[in-house]
């Protein structure tokens, strides 16, 4: 009988350390849980931080593009009214030398 009692108490004692550890290991585990749902929120908002930046830098890019585009377009003009400036010069010398 003695030895079946100290059997049981040899065999609650182990349960309860088993116990014990398993609820350390919970405890570690809730806590890397939590660590972990921190970090994936972080990267979350760094993430749509980024694409905000991304936007904006594709607004940014687009706009300059319109604005290349714009200046090419007077470049062009100005260099017709130039052309023309020019041709209406010469004529008009002609006229004057034909004169």
Same mark, same amino acid.
Do not use: C, P, W
């Given at each position: 009988?003695?030895?079946? #009692?100290?059997?049981? &108490?040899?065999? =609650?004692?182990? @349960?309860?350390? $088993? /116990? *014990? %550890?398993? !609820? +350390?290991? #919970?405890?570690?585990? &809730?806590?890397? =849980?939590?660590? @972990?749902?921190? $970090? /994936? *929120? %972080?990267? !979350? +908002?760094? #993430?749509?931080?980024?694409?905000?930046?991304?936007?904006?830098?594709?607004?940014?890019? *687009?706009?300059?593009?319109?604005?290349?585009?714009?200046?090419?377009?007077?470049?062009?003009?100005?260099?017709?009214?130039?052309?023309?400036?020019?041709?209406?010069?010469?004529?008009?010398?002609?006229?004057?030398?034909?004169?």
């Amino acid at each position: 009988m003695e030895e079946d #009692a100290r059997v049981t &108490k040899d065999a =609650t004692e182990k @349960a309860q350390e $088993e /116990a *014990a %550890r398993s !609820k +350390d290991e #919970a405890g570690l585990a &809730k806590e890397a =849980t939590v660590k @972990a749902r921190e $970090e /994936a *929120a %972080r990267y !979350k +908002d760094e #993430a749509i931080e980024l694409d905000q930046g991304k936007r904006q830098v594709e607004s940014d890019l *687009a706009a300059a593009r319109g604005n290349f585009a714009g200046l090419k377009e007077e470049l062009l003009r100005r260099e017709i009214a130039r052309g023309a400036a020019e041709e209406a010069q010469n004529k008009a010398h002609e006229d004057l030398e034909n004169e």
